[in-house]
């Protein structure tokens, strides 16, 4: 019975509806274009409409959005994998068909009972549907004022990523003035934050990149850098009081070869799969955890007003300066999906979208 179970489950999240057709929008409807997926599977799936421009409630603000950024997070939505995933984002086909988070923009109007921001405002933050022309957001959310001398680029490619940096770095691995810290992954979206936050917590920072990012990654303050293609770090002798690991390329007991006996390994990224292989990694580290001294934590960021104004203001100070890559239009969504898929990004991805 247990097995029929299994498979029955393993049929229901595997299973992928065909796409459906976009409802009717009413004729005095105001409107806007947004990408959409109304059916889980590659790029292809992403459609920009014409949709109902959303209008916000008391508690909110209606964000006239300028720029977006691309995370792994999106294509783990688009196309429902893994497929566990789907237990809370749709089974069959998404219940939210709205792409994208970080974004930056112009507060176009405010509900009656939002107090922190007015029409005119310059902000920068998350929420669901950032892959469109507007997007409404509760006031005590993740949305805060973009700090003057940073673009609307710039702020936008700053809160999935650079969150998740952030609460690695100082919230689970404790950095303090002086530790030695390795970032694996770090020219990625959240590794070039993580660098720098490090060197702004007062850290001695070990980068791991590939040779073409060695120059970048020293750029943002590494000390120190790895070029895996040639060299393993968890053969170094090295020993660092906190990695964080964005990369999911040496399993955890490798990376206590490297780490202090009261070191903190922190799991950020992994390997791709629909079913167990990027379970392997943070199972792994749990069943490990028990039988040493060092602690190995999986991270799972929160976003939340109180770390964006933190950002904001590394920002505003010049020590938190955002990497772009590439900038796709609204319309090329999907060739910016591809290309964060294929792994290759320095830094951050950006939607062009005003």
Known sequence: MLTVAIASLAVVLSHTSACGPAPVVSADAALMKAVVYRCYGPPDVLVLEDIEKPTPADDEVLVRIQAAAVNPLDWHYMRGSPYLMRLSSGLGTPANVSMGADFAGTIEAVGSQVTKFKPGDEVFGARSGAFG???????????????????????????VAAITALQALRDKGQVKPGQRVLINGASGGVGTFAVQIAKSLGAEVTG?????????????????????KREDYTESGQQYDLIVDMVGNHTARRNLRVL?????????GGPKGNWIAPLIRPIGAMILSPFVDQELITLLAQLNQEDLLFLGELMAAGQLTPVIDRRFPLSEVPAAIRYSEAGRARGKIIIGVD
């Open 133 to 159: 022309e507007y997007v409404t957001v509760r006031d005590s959310r993740a949305v805060v004022l973009k700090p003057a001398n940073v673009t609307f680029e710039q702020a936008a490619a700053v809160p």
């Open 208 to 228: 791991v990149c590939s040779t073409r990012n060695i120059e970048l990654v020293r750029s943002l303050g590494a000390d120190h850098v790895f070029d895996y």
């Open 260 to 268: 202090k006996p009261d070191g903190t390994l922190v799991l950020v």
